[in-house]
């Protein structure tokens, strides 16, 4: 069985990913990119901020305005790393549980179709 992890977890990982190719993506984009609400966002992106996983730049954008880059801290990509290779870990263990259970089905629906068929 799969271990049971956090969802918090697939989120900083999500949200890192992101920020990595693009650090300075907006919250706005960041939330409908990621499909969540951007309070949930705002959440993440200041819990990976108090973990010193991410640090803010302040930079000035074409319509200049004040804007933020998000960058990954060498904690950050250590973090990321990790959390890739538990995310990898446990969509493998699904992929076999699901493999395993689509052979099971496959035979007894084998099975069950012999058996329901007329015989002459």
Do not use: W
Request: with cysteine; aromatic share 6%.
């Amino acid at each position: 069985m799969p271990e049971n992890i956090p969802i918090h977890q697939d989120m900083y990982l999500k949200v890192l990913r992101l920020l990595e190719v693009n650090p300075q993506m907006n919250q706005r984009e960041m939330a409908a990119a990621l499909g969540v609400s951007l309070g949930k966002t705002n959440f993440c992106l200041k819990a990976l901020l108090d973990k010193g996983l991410l640090k803010m730049q302040n930079f000035q954008n074409s319509k200049r305005k004040l804007a933020y880059a998000y960058l990954l801290t060498p904690a950050g990509i250590a973090e990321k790393t990790s959390l890739t290779g538990r995310f990898l870990k446990r969509k493998m263990e699904e992929y076999e549980l699901l493999k395993a259970e689509i052979a099971s089905l496959q035979q007894e629906t084998a099975k069950n179709a012999t058996e329901v068929q007329p015989h002459p």
